[in-house]
């Protein structure tokens, strides 16, 4: 691993060195497909790390969003158990006023309100070795505890992609529609262990979505996209899981 770590840092050196790039793309994704291009990677969804063993995030310096870990399906009771939660408890979109979507973050000591008379909360069960959606109605009984992921998908989801962590950082700028980015950091990371993910997780530091919603333009206009249960962490929670091996900075270099 070390022989890939110092692969992927020369990579880095090389493409950073080549100042700013341009993009056509337009997608929130932009940053990190332009620097798997430049690595001579193609983009894609597998649940396999990017590069030698080493699964890159990118983003930009002044992003907040948080930095995005993986997506997991429910596994069950139905299939695709999504589709019957949205049915039974999403909301109609916006535009495609026919079709029904849920977009909402999950906790496991809050709950979430979807609706007038419905609250989302997720349950831990290390005995069945399940993560349960919890909901209840207004008044806080529990209407079902039905759909669940087990633990052991994460733990897979975890050790398989994200072993090995590579968080690249870049200068963005914005001229006559076209995107240009600048790479100017990069930091390797080592996992620490799945008992610490599931405390944090627990501890609402792991964020949580449930999103299913509607492509509003393109090819996929109108059709349903990002059908998942979405895990991310804050970047200023990074350390809490993850072990800084090595740096590289451009600009103090």
């Known amino acids: 691993m070390n022989e890939n770590i110092e692969k992927l840092m020369n990579e880095f050196i090389r493409i950073s060195k ?3 790039i341009s993009t056509t793309s337009s997608s929130h994704g932009a940053v990190g497909n332009l620097f798997e291009n430049e690595l001579g990677k193609r983009s894609d969804a597998l649940y396999f ?6 699964e890159i995030k990118c983003t930009t310096r002044f992003s ?7 997506t997991a ?3 069950g009771p139905t299939f695709p158990e999504i589709e019957r ?4 408890y999403g909301y109609y979109d916006k535009d495609f006023k026919d079709k029904k979507v849920l977009y909402e973050r999950l906790y496991f000591n809050n709950k979430t309100m979807i609706s007038d008379n419905c609250f989302f909360q997720l349950e831990m069960d290390k005995v069945e070795g399940k993560i349960f959606l919890c909901v209840y109605d207004k008044n ?6 039905k759909s669940f992921i087990y ?7 975890l050790c398989l992609k994200l072993n090995n962590l590579a968080v690249v950082k870049a200068f963005k700028k914005e001229k006559s529609n076209i995107k240009y980015f600048k790479y100017y950091y990069i930091a390797i990371y080592k996992f620490i262990s799945f008992d610490r993910f599931l405390n944090l997780l627990k501890n609402n530091y792991i964020r ?3 999103i299913s919603r509607i492509s509003k333009s393109g090819q996929d206009r109108g059709r349903y996209r990002n059908k998942n249960l979405v895990f991310s962490i804050d970047k200023k929670d990074i350390s809490k899981l993850f072990i800084k091996l090595k740096s590289y900075n451009t600009i103090f270099k």
């Open 18 to 20: 080549k100042g700013w």
């Open 49 to 54: 790390p990017d590069y030698y063993g080493i």
């Open 64 to 70: 907040k969003y948080p930095l995005y870990l993986f």
């Open 73 to 75: 399906a429910f596994d």
């Open 85 to 88: 939660i949205v049915e039974k």
């Open 140 to 145: 806080f009984n529990l209407i079902e505890k």
């Open 151 to 157: 633990i052991d998908t994460l733990y897979n989801h």
């Open 208 to 210: 949580v979505e449930l």
